[in-house]
């Protein structure tokens, strides 16, 4: 791989590490499984040769497939995508919703409202960049959205956090 | 955006560690752990299919050549002297007198 594209890799990796992790880890629910994933797509980028010209797309995708095959595996969730600190689970100067909540409640989500939601929310992609990421229809990605919003505002609120 | 949005993205989101750092930093530092780019080894398969092409083809022909060769028919130039001259340029008129002249045998071994 030239120089110039193992630089393309850099600096879409520093640019992007909180995003891909938090994408990784709220398909694994496993840390370290999430950073072997990322670790490897990296890899496989390398043995590549060469930078693919839609790289954010290309690495999303890469680390997905990764992820649902460490999960296959493992079949076990034990790690939160949200930082869970002692000072977050305060009620005084706690954030709006607990992490552990969420993260439970998100849970209780299907994979395809899950992930849309993560990727929406936090990974700014627009719902024409998930239906092609995940090869369907936008119609389909903006009902798992609003289905998936939907069920976790009737959990938050049906719950006193 | 709504209420919910924002509050969900205001939460604080797990970071990834020290060591995947590192690792990434390794992986996109090395260059000679780094397995060959795929065009080199493209290259390399082409040269091979190409040299046992050739041989492949260099077999056939010798094959070919060898056995176009033993296709051929051997002549072989007798000068004939003698009675065996004589019988040959001036057949007898009738065929009754001699027996049918037939030479038969097999090629001499060099």
Known sequence: MSAKDKETLRAFYVGSRQQLYTYAVS????????????????EQLLRMGHSPADLRPYVFRSIRNKALDCLRRTQTRTDSM??????????????PFRPDEVERFLQTLSLDERETIILKIYNNFTFQEIANLRQVHLSTVASWYRRGLDELRALLNKEPL | MNDLEQKLRNMSLASPSADLDRRMNDTLESEGAAPEPPFRLGQRWRFLVLAASGVAAMFILVQFVARH??????????????????????????????????????????
Do not use: K, M
Not at chain 1, 27 to 42: K, L, M, P, Y
Not at chain 2, 73 to 88: D, F, K, N, S
């Open chain 1, 27 to 42: 398909i694994t629910g496993n840390r370290e499984s999430a950073e072997d994933a990322i670790h490897s797509v990296f």
């Open chain 1, 82 to 95: 949200f930082e869970v600190t002692a000072a977050s689970q305060q009620s005084e100067s706690s954030p």
């Open chain 2, 69 to 110: 060769r033993q296709q051929q028919p051997t002549v072989y130039r007798i000068e004939a002297t003698g009675r065996l001259r004589q019988l040959l340029l001036e057949p007898p008129s009738s065929g009754d007198s001699h027996a049918p002249f037939t030479v038969s045998g097999s090629t001499p071994r060099s």
